[in-house]
């Protein structure tokens, strides 16, 4: 029944407006009702550069601190967030996100002539950045050739401050491995995680016993069904540098899997 944000959101602007719904969707002749994919993206980029040419507006000749970190999505491409943050005309201090970029290296030169091709496309300078904000990675604050360092040569004023999501991410990390009945639990984790990947055997073993499990838990109301619930979903191994990824993965564990009869099946599959 949902034919995407984009056409929803286009049906209830006819319904609300008379003289949108004079020339669009139904009432629009032959093929001219402005809702292909194309159209869809030309909105959307005209709405992205109204966004971008507004925060440029509100930043004006101010300094400002940029923030950066790369990632890489599900299909596999590495792309730079770039977050601009800077104390506005009402004293108030605002980050704005700039912009998601494709790279494909992550070397600090590489990140630096990306960093500067969007700058120059949106009128700003490196001269006017104040600060900048990394995580803690070899390419990013390196002390030689790290993106800081490569800034800090035509930008001395540019000081760079360790990101405090980020460290407070490895102190959480290096508290919890404090408690060894925590590091053993999702030392384990890890195992399994390894042990059934790394085997389709033994991943299509543990695929039978759960779905014995869930046809169970849903003949007794204990787990709810509906369409987009109890979807098969991949093993993920838990990591240091996101605390969010110890959730995801005890989330995708499922149900019933951490018994002790059934930890005792997955040692014996490590073992062979």
Same mark, same amino acid.
């Given at each position: 029944?949902?034919?995407g ?9 006819c ?7 004079n ?5 629009a002749?032959d ?9 869809q ?6 709405a ?6 507004a925060?440029?507006?509100d930043?004006?000749?101010n300094?400002?601190?940029?923030l ?10 590495e792309?730079m ?8 005309c ?17 070397t ?10 969007i ?17 803690? !990675? ?6 030689f ?5 490569l800034i800090l040569v035509e930008?001395?004023?540019a ?5 405090? !999501?980020?460290? =407070?991410q490895?102190a959480?990390v290096a ?5 060894y009945?925590?590091?053993?639990f999702?030392?384990?984790?890890? =195992?399994?995680?390894? !042990?059934?990947?790394?085997?389709c055997?033994r ?10 499990e869930?046809?169970?838990s849903? !003949?007794s ?24 990824s ?10 019933g899997w951490?018994?002790r009869?059934?930890i ?6 490590i073992?062979?």
């Amino acid at each position: 029944m949902n034919q995407g944000h984009f056409v929803e959101l286009v049906k209830f602007l006819c319904e609300s407006n008379e003289e949108v719904n004079n020339v669009y969707l139904n009432n629009a002749s032959d093929n001219l009702k402005m809702i292909t994919p194309s159209i869809q993206k030309d909105i959307t980029s005209v709405a992205a550069s109204l966004v971008t040419r507004a925060i440029i507006s509100d930043i004006g000749d101010n300094f400002f601190s940029i923030l950066v970190d790369e990632a890489r999505d599900v299909s596999i491409k590495e792309h730079m967030a770039i977050v601009l943050r800077y104390v506005n005309c009402n004293s108030d201090i605002i980050e704005r996100f700039l912009g998601l970029v494709h790279v494909s290296d992550t070397t600090a030169s590489s990140l630096k002539e990306t960093i500067e091709i969007i700058f120059v496309k949106n009128g700003l300078s490196l001269t006017k950045i104040r600060g900048q904000g990394y995580d803690g !990675a070899s390419n990013m604050s390196g002390q030689f050739s790290g993106l800081k360092s490569l800034i800090l040569v035509e930008n001395n004023s540019a000081y760079y401050v360790h990101c405090f !999501a980020h460290q =407070l991410q490895l102190a959480l990390v290096a508290c919890a491995k404090k408690v060894y009945a925590l590091t053993d639990f999702f030392n384990f984790i890890s =195992l399994l995680c390894n !042990a059934v990947g790394a085997s389709c055997k033994r991943a299509d073993i543990l695929r039978e016993k759960q779905f014995d499990e869930l046809v169970k838990s849903i !003949a007794s109301d204990y787990v709810q069904s509906g369409r987009g619930l109890n979807r098969e979903m991949s093993l993920s191994r838990p990591g240091d540098t996101r605390w969010s990824s110890h959730y995801r993965s005890l989330l995708i564990l499922p149900r019933g899997w951490l018994k002790r009869k059934n930890i005792l099946c997955i040692l014996w599959f490590i073992y062979l």
